[in-house]
């Protein structure tokens, strides 16, 4: 039913001259990774093939009209519009509008729920690489370095935090550590010769959501292969020496001559 009224509705429009409206955009939404931001829409059902799309933002905290974006003025189905530098500061709240358009015809516009940089931008995880130290694990971060980042020096005070967790391969057993942020971090008591995966996360003042990195595998020290063999040294040592004072024990109780006493409490020396 619908369908045919919108087909008649064409055809007047065509040979008449009456106007059909356009439909406005639908699904207007910002999203935002590492402070880049992003704005994307869907046409409006039986928009015709040739429609264009245009953007305006607001900054809600200043009485000032709409303002168009330049570079999203003449955007076609399925491009998205890079806000980065419209929504530069990141402690503002704004609003973004999108209106079709065609040669004839302009539609309503759709506007976007209210957008905060700093709690609606998701941080991904700094680059991180790990080794071990003995009882403990090393840990060096490079730093998130995309665009959007770059324009906010002060950012880097931002992400205080550096949410560590830490996981023993062996039985799962894990715990989560939360750091000052600084771009290298020993994690301490951890056990010698064991496997443990660390996975980080930069956590700010603020609500927004970050993501932790892929889990990177280390052993704290060279693995238990080595270690057998120096606790078997000082097991032999141990066993001759036993046996050494074994032997002098008798010897003395014999009344052995005094030279061969001195010598074998000479080589037995080493024991203690
Ligand atoms: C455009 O907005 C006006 C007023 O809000 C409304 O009456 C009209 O139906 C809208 N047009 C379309 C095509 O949605
Ligand atoms: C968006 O703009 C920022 C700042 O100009 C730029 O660094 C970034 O690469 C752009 N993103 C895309 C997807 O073009």
């Known amino acids: ?22 439909p406005p955009p639908s699904d207007v939404s910002i999203s935002s990774f590492n402070m880049e931001h992003s704005l994307s829409f869907l046409p409006g059902p039986q928009s015709p093939d040739h429609t ?12 000032k009209p709409w303002r168009s974006v330049a570079a999203c003025s003449e955007l076609t189905v399925g491009q998205t519009c890079n806000l980065t530098r419209v929504f ?8 973004a509008r999108v209106q079709a358009f065609t040669s004839s015809q302009t539609s309503n516009w759709t506007v976007s729920g209210v ?27 490079t730093p998130l370095t995309t665009g959007g980042l770059q324009q906010h020096k002060q950012l880097r005070d931002l992400y205080r935090n550096l949410d560590i967790q830490v996981k023993r391969t062996r039985d799962g057993a894990q715990f989560v550590l939360s750091v000052p942020y ?3 971090t020993v994690i301490s008591y951890l056990q010698t010769g064991v496997e443990y995966c660390v996975s980080v996360r930069v956590s700010s003042l603020f609500t927004s959501t970050s993501l932790y990195s892929q889990p990177q595998c280390v052993y704290t020290s060279p693995p238990p292969p080595g270690l057998t063999a120096v606790l078997m040294v000082f097991g032999l040592v141990g066993a001759l020496c036993a046996l050494g004072l074994l032997f002098i024990g008798l010897v ?3 009344g052995g001559r005094s030279f061969r006493r001195r010598r074998l409490l000479t080589a037995l020396s080493v024991c203690l």
Not at 56 to 63: E, I
Not at 88 to 95: E, T
Not at 129 to 139: E, I, Q
């Open 1 to 22: 039913m619908e369908l045919w009224t919108l087909l008649l509705l064409r055809l007047l429009h065509l040979q008449l001259g009456v106007s059909v409206p356009l």
């Open 182 to 184: 600084t771009e290298h």
């Open 88 to 95: 530069r500061d990141p402690f503002q709240s704004y609003q």
């Open 52 to 63: 264009r799309f245009t953007i305006q933002t607001l900054r809600l905290s200043r009485r």
């Open 115 to 141: 957008f905060q940089p700093l709690t609606d931008t998701v941080f991904g995880p700094p680059g991180l690489s790990v080794s071990g130290c003995g009882n403990c694990l090393l840990l060096q971060l």
């Open 252 to 254: 003395i109780f014999r």
